[in-house]
Each structure stands twice: as C-alpha cells, then as structure tokens.
C-alpha cells in the first residue's frame, strides 16, 4: 500500500461531491433549493463540493450562472460544514479562450481551487494540451486538472501532467478515465513533487483509487449516501480493506441506478434520485428530458432496495413544492 501523505487542507483531499446544480422549472439556478442536500452532505461528514462539473451541468450554464450559483452555494456550505468546508468550481470551456473567461468570471470568489477540463470537440496534441493547462495556471488560482476523456475526447496523457509539474499553481488531478493502470502511474505522480495529489473519480474503482495512492474520491453516487462514501474514505485510510471493500459494493448498487438512462442522462436520474428523496428539484438543463413514467417507475422501485444504504442518513427536510 502506498504511504499515507499529510493530506490535511489539500483540494482534492478526503471526499469531494460534484455537486448538482439546482434549477427551477424555467432552468434558472435556484441555490436556495440545494440547502435541504447541503445538509444532507455536511451531516453524512462530507467537507469539499465540487461545483458546475459534469453532475452540476456546468458546461450547459452560462459563465454568469455558475458564478452566481457557487458564491450562493458556497456561502451555504461554509456555514452547515463549518471551518474544514472547502469549494471548488469547473471551467468547462471548449477551448482555452473560453475556459480563461470562465475563471475570470470566478474572480472575487473564495475558492479553495479551480478544477480545468481540457479542450473538447476537436482532437488536440499533447503539446496543445500542455499549453492549454499552461494558460489556466497562469491566471492565478489553484488548478486542479481533470482528466474526463468521455466527455471532452481528449485524454490526458500522464507525460503532459508530468510535464506541468514545475506549475506551482498546478495542484492535483481528478481522473475519470475509469482506467486503473492508468490511475496507478498518475498516483506516482504525487510522490515526485510535493503538493500535487490526485482525486479518483470512476465510482466503481473508489477503493482500488485509494489502494493506489489516491487523495480524495469524487463520488457523484455521494450525493445519495455521503456516510457511506465518507466511510469507505476512512476505512481504507486506516488500512481497513474489508470495510472499504464492503462500502465499494454499496457504492456499486448505487452506481447501478445510472442504467436506467444511461449516458450523460445519468444527471436526470440523479436528480430524480434525489427529488424523491425530498433533497433537490429535479429540473436539468435543455436538451436533457425529464424520466418517463416507466423510468420513474424503475426508479422508485431501485430506491426502495436501496433503503438500507440512501435512508438513514437523510436528515429531516422539508419537500420543497416543484
């Protein structure tokens, strides 16, 4: 097992939540709406969220939006999780014009750190993505590169992360390749500069990430249970595997709720999810259609199996009317 760092105030240290962005019926961000979650969360032992990512829709919300969005969100959660509470916010540009004016929309905010997605749509080079990375860490905030292929289709080479290492304001690395090996040599990574840690966040290899050396873990199923999450984090930080290994089975009955629309639709069910569970408004951005009768009906089904992991450890909250 890999030595265990001083981990303490890192950005992408312990359990990270990709938090959902909550939307009235017009598709405005409504943060008022994501307390009765926020509580949830803070309750369940989570301390960082991760904001405007993939879960919280950012790349489909306007600049303007995600910056309204996390200084609402943020003042939130510092004052439910308290002192160790620490944010984070995407920026999600197609390209490095557009991921620069995303940051710099972020100006004036307290954040703990920038989480930069590379380039998408077109296919760039290694020396291209290098710059890319180069630009972002230039603007000033701490940077924490994430490596989502699926999404942009452009995979970060660990030969580009090694080289942005001499990037003092280049902090750490969250992976969703859902590659181990891959992951693996990104976690050797860390041990050759301090400061750099690396985030798993593939939710089926949350106790292999760790096994591996990894940081934090960016569970979107988190959302649903945190304690079960932030559990699985302590278990195998003590050297715990069996209890760890247990929680990753959870982690994966919950991951399996994604099937019901597979896809980036996951973000529909997860709100869905958590509508029912009376935390959030189920409301996504255009193009995203709401489940179907069938696939609520699936869904509501899969939840009541779930009891054991997602029930206890929802505080008790008002359903807001949506």
Known sequence: ??????????????VIIPLVTALDRRGRPDP?????LLAHLAAGGVTTLMLGGTNGEGPLLPAGAVRAYAAEVSAMWRELA?????????AAGTGTRETLRRMECLAGLDLDAVVVLAPSYFRHTGDELDAHFRAAAGHGRPVVIYNSPGYTGNPIPVSVVRGL???PAVVGLKDSSGNAALFAEFCALAAERPGFQVAQGAERLLAEGLRLGAAGLVPGVGMLAP???????EAARAGDQA?????QSGVDRLAALFGIRP????????KSALHELGLCPPHATAPFLPLTETELTTLRTALSRLHDLVRPHIPQVAR???
Not at 1 to 14: E, F, K, N, T, Y
Not at 227 to 233: F, K
Not at 243 to 247: E, G, P, Q, S, V
Request: aromatic share 2%; glycine share 12%; net charge neutral.
């Open 263 to 270: 896809g980036a639709s996951g973000i529909v069910v997860m």
């Open 243 to 247: 209890t760890a290994d247990a929680r």
């Open 32 to 36: 008022p709406a994501v307390r009765p």
């Open 82 to 90: 308290g002192p160790p509470a620490r944010i984070m916010v995407t």
């Open 320 to 322: 807001r009317s949506e």
């Open 165 to 167: 290492l001499d990037e």
């Open 1 to 14: 097992m890999a030595a265990r760092a001083d981990l303490s105030g890192h950005p992408v240290a312990g």
């Open 227 to 233: 304690a079960l999450c932030t559990g699985l984090y």
